[in-house]
């Protein structure tokens, strides 16, 4: 069938068909909401999903994930983490590490769809048949927006094997193989600077390709709406309201970490959050560090992925950060400050560290801390050995789910002000 | 002597064994893998654990410059640096320094050569190098030796051969922990079996608790790699373990097991992954090439690895050079493959399936019968007939003729 007479068919029937997904469209997801905090904005929530590797498959009986919110999604490259294999992957505290996130475009090098098709979906793939897969087109590593190349056929992508020009029907050829249990909608992501007559397109189309994804959905998968709008709250209120008439799961919200001020950001945050239902989950792409993390659970966000680990492993950082929410130590400790490190993460490049037999963090339940001294982590690093990474990501990984977790109980207990305060 | 060898089953020259190291109980014959700066590159203990390595080697050489001996011994040894409970080996450090080292000399003294931190001159001698090892505290250490190249001739074969003996016995005298570390010493002599002969007599009458084949696997041709592991192990101590350095290849592995050698090591394996290649029963499979792109298949179908059970040659294609992922995932499953021909030779010789073994692996590599003509006479001493999977050697000649 062609595009455009596809497109015809969803405009006219799209009420029709809206009505006919309300009863479907969370086959394989549910969201509840169970705790507020004091000021109305963050909230715990639990997210089920039905694993839908077996969806329609025949295979063993469906998996159920439960995963309290606020989570964090695994960044992953080409749909596993940079470094840790899967075997390690199943030590880290479950079902905290069971959101992956990966984009379509990561497997522009291949496998093709129609190969992945095959092989049964992502979840065969990558042989993580008991994990979530959230599939979002924007990725803060390997597809990055670019959009001076986007245009109305669709949004372009910066990658490591060039740019792609990406569009709705595309796309919805890359989620129905990869059989993803979450998917974001295709969206223009702008970055901050950009003029207001750019930002009020990016809208415009963020919501025809909404529109798009929605009349192509496939039913069983839950879809995430886009929101964008950039540094413009009309333009943020705007968008928002538009996603909430469309009948989706949950909401993505994007153009955020492209330039934006950490500042200024509490403000368009809201100013979504605000105008969406409160009962749906809300997901965001660009707010990595422990305070944007801070700043969007303030603001009413569930999901977030994030780049801050993969930045710190590459780097030889270790994060540190005391878990039970007594954070300022002394900043004057002169073993931090020989280090590169502050009291959140130390280098382990550092020659300090040469004959350190102690663990990163000392009673660190990760196979890490369970298993290697900071001594031994320093030598894998000055040698330029892989391992180095994958020590180095599994314990950040196990720290910052950790850090995750503790936000959760702030709220549950009413203390979260308290919390972010400390942090 | 810190180490016991118990035979547990024999095929002509091929034995089983049980060999007890300080650290760990294993099994030969068996590979070794390599983990040069004191990590198998991409894998985690634990992985090596699971995949069933018994015996991992540490390059001295490496570990010397960082992060020095002095280091490790501070740090409680190199089992306790790295967390490895099962059994290490270090090499002498010689062998590296004369293949990575350009300026690097061979004397009487030791192995000169230019400190690659600030190139000042610097001695290797057996005495220092079996003084690192013993601050390293691997299981096995292996004596200094002057190792040439198997393909250069002359009278410094003979110099180095003689120098190997007189090094061996200052090694001995340097060794500080002989009730935890045992000591090999390794034959050279090149490719010259009279200069062997020499080399064996020597270090058999030093009563050392194993002993190496070293100075092969360096280009030499096939036929005179055979004939030399095979006349060392006809005269080699059977009581006492038998190291055929750097090999290597599983069909190398499988002749060098059948004519009668214990251990091995390679970077083969573990090298060979990161540049994308996995190691099958057929040989190779080249996981880069295009034609892997749209391949739904395990790498291998019989291969019970959780790289085989669970990812797709198309997955691992995308990966493969590309993604450090990609290096660990083939890695794991090398290493794996090369655990699982260890567990193989060992079980097939105590169950008295040997020969099959050998006609089995040999047919899955060369379904043709094609078996190449050295490892066919290789057989033949070792008395293993493999006839049923090898085209017979006097109706190749009739071919070669008939198509004149």
Request: proline fraction near 6%; hydrophobic fraction near 35%; include cysteine.
């Given at each position: 069938m062609p595009p455009a007479e596809r497109r015809?068919?969803?405009?006219?029937?799209?009420?029709?068909?809206?009505?006919?997904?309300?009863?479907?469209?969370?086959?394989?997801?549910?969201?509840?909401?169970?705790?507020?905090?004091?000021?109305?904005?963050?909230?715990?929530?639990?997210?089920?999903?039905?694993?839908?590797?077996?969806?329609?498959?025949?295979?063993?009986?469906?998996?159920?994930?439960?995963?309290?919110?606020?989570?964090?999604?695994?960044?992953?490259?080409?749909?596993?983490?940079?470094?840790?294999?899967?075997?390690?992957?199943?030590?880290?505290?479950?079902?905290?590490?069971?959101?992956?996130?990966?984009?379509?475009?990561?497997?522009?090098?291949?496998?093709?769809?129609?190969?992945?098709?095959?092989?049964?979906?992502?979840?065969?793939?990558?042989?993580?048949?008991?994990?979530?897969?959230?599939?979002?087109?924007?990725?803060?590593?390997?597809?990055?927006?670019?959009?001076?190349?986007?245009?109305?056929?669709?949004?372009?992508?910066?990658?490591?094997?060039?740019?792609?020009?990406?569009?709705?029907?595309?796309?919805?050829?890359?989620?129905?193989?990869?059989?993803?249990?979450?998917?974001?909608?295709?969206?223009?992501?702008?970055?901050?600077?950009?003029?207001?007559?750019?930002?009020?397109?990016?809208?415009?189309?963020?919501?025809?390709?909404?529109?798009?994804?929605?009349?192509?959905?496939?039913?069983?998968?839950?879809?995430?709406?886009?929101?964008?709008?950039?540094?413009?709250?009309?333009?943020?209120?705007?968008?928002?309201?538009?996603?909430?008439?469309?009948?989706?799961?949950?909401?993505?919200?994007?153009?955020?970490?492209?330039?934006?001020?950490?500042?200024?950001?509490?403000?368009?945050?809201?100013?979504?959050?605000?105008?969406?239902?409160?009962?749906?989950?809300?997901?965001?792409?660009?707010?990595?560090?422990?305070?944007?993390?801070?700043?969007?659970?303030?603001?009413?966000?569930?999901?977030?992925?994030?780049?801050?680990?993969?930045?710190?492993?590459?780097?030889?950082?270790?994060?540190?950060?005391?878990?039970?929410?007594?954070?300022?130590?002394?900043?004057?400790?002169?073993?931090?400050?020989?280090?590169?490190?502050?009291y959140t993460k130390i280098n382990l490049k550092a020659t300090v560290y040469r004959k350190d037999a102690s663990r990163i963090v000392e009673g660190c339940k990760c196979y890490t801390c369970q298993n290697h001294t900071k001594a031994y982590i320093n030598h894998l690093l000055n040698v330029h050995e892989m391992l180095a990474q994958i020590l180095l990501e599994i314990h950040n990984t196990h720290h910052y789910l950790s850090f995750f977790r503790l936000i959760r109980e702030a709220i549950t207990e009413g203390k979260f002000e308290e919390f972010r305060q400390n942090h | 002597m810190a180490l016991r060898f118990e035979i547990l089953g024999r095929f002509n020259r091929a034995r089983a064994a049980r060999l007890t190291l300080p650290h760990f109980l294993c099994e030969t014959p068996l590979f070794m893998p390599v983990g040069t700066q004191g990590t198998i590159k991409g894998l985690t203990t634990h992985q090596l654990e699971d995949i069933g390595c018994q015996i991992i080697l540490g390059n001295t050489y490496h570990l010397a410059l960082r992060p020095t001996s002095e280091l490790i011994d501070e740090m409680g040894g190199l089992h306790k640096f790295m967390n490895w409970p099962r059994a290490l080996l270090t090499d002498s450090g010689g062998f590296q320094m004369v293949s990575l080292l350009h300026l690097a000399d061979i004397t009487e003294e030791g192995v000169t050569f230019q400190s690659p931190v600030d190139g000042k001159p610097m001695l290797l001698t057996p005495e220092e190098s079996i003084q690192i090892q013993n601050r390293i505290g691997a299981d096995i250490i292996m004596a200094l030796d002057d190792v040439v190249k198997t393909t250069i001739t002359g009278p410094r074969i003979e110099e180095a051969m003689y120098r190997t003996l007189r090094w061996i016995d200052r090694c001995i005298a340097a060794h500080k922990r002989p009730k935890e570390q045992n000591l090999f010493g390794i034959v050279q002599g090149g490719l010259d079996p009279v200069l062997r002969d020499i080399c064996v007599q020597g270090l058999v009458e030093r009563n050392l608790p194993g002993y190496a084949i070293g100075g092969l696997a360096g280009g030499e041709d096939k036929d005179s790699f055979w004939r030399v592991v095979a006349q060392c192990t006809a005269s080699l101590p059977e009581s006492k373990p038998r190291y055929v350095m750097g090999v290597g290849y599983p069909l190398d592995i499988v002749v060098c097991s059948a004519l009668g050698a214990d251990m091995y090591d390679c970077v083969y394996p573990t090298r060979t992954a990161r540049f994308g290649t996995a190691l099958v029963p057929e040989g190779v499979l080249k996981l880069k090439h295009q034609s892997m792109a749209d391949d739904t298949r395990p790498i291998d179908s019989t291969c019970e690895c959780m790289i085989c059970k669970n990812y797709t040659r198309a997955y691992l294609h995308c990966l493969v050079t590309k993604d450090a992922m990609g290096s660990q995932l083939l890695s794991y499953h090398n290493l794996y493959y090369m655990m699982q021909l260890s567990r193989n030779l060992h079980s097939s010789i105590i169950e008295g399936k040997f020969p099959e073994f050998v006609c089995d692996f040999l047919r899955k590599m060369f379904p043709e019968g094609d078996v190449p003509e050295w490892v066919c006479n290789a057989m033949e001493v070792a008395g293993i007939d493999i006839s049923s999977c090898s085209t017979p050697l006097n109706s190749k000649l009739n071919l070669h003729t008939s198509s004149g």
């Open positions: 015809e068919d969803s405009i006219d029937g799209a009420v029709a068909q809206t009505q006919v997904h309300s009863e479907q469209e969370s086959t394989n997801m549910k969201f509840a909401i169970k705790a507020w905090c004091k000021s109305g904005r963050a909230r715990v929530g639990l997210l089920q999903l039905k694993s839908s590797s077996s969806l329609g498959q025949g295979g063993p009986p469906a998996k159920e994930i439960e995963i309290e919110t606020p989570a964090l999604l695994l960044t992953t490259r080409k749909g596993l983490p940079a470094f840790i294999s899967p075997d390690h992957l199943s030590f880290l505290p479950s079902p905290d590490s069971r959101l992956l996130q990966f984009s379509p475009m990561h497997f522009m090098e291949g496998p093709n769809s129609k190969t992945i098709s095959n092989i049964g979906g992502v979840h065969r793939l990558l042989g993580l048949q008991g994990y979530g897969f959230v599939a979002v087109p924007r990725d803060s590593i390997l597809s990055l927006p670019e959009s001076y190349s986007s245009n109305k056929n669709g949004a372009s992508f910066e990658t490591p094997c060039g740019r792609f020009l990406v569009k709705p029907l595309e796309y919805m050829k890359m989620i129905t193989s990869m059989k993803p249990d979450l998917w974001v909608s295709l969206a223009d992501e702008v970055p901050a600077s950009v003029t207001a007559k750019r930002n009020k397109t990016s809208v415009d189309r963020t919501i025809t390709w909404l529109d798009d994804c929605i009349s192509l959905n496939p039913r069983e998968r839950a879809l995430f709406g886009s929101v964008v709008g950039g540094c413009s709250v009309e333009e943020r209120q705007r968008c928002a309201q538009e996603v909430a008439k469309r009948n989706v799961s949950g909401y993505y919200i994007g153009g955020f970490g492209l330039g934006d001020s950490i500042d200024e950001r509490s403000t368009f945050l809201h100013a979504v959050t605000d105008s969406l239902p409160k009962e749906k989950p809300r997901q965001v792409c660009g707010l990595g560090l422990p305070e944007e993390v801070l700043q969007g659970i303030a603001a009413g966000i569930d999901l977030f992925d994030s780049t801050y680990i993969y930045h710190l492993t590459l780097e030889g950082f270790a994060l540190i950060f005391p878990l039970n929410g007594k954070c300022k130590q002394h900043v004057s400790d002169p073993q931090l400050c020989a280090t590169a490190g502050d | -």
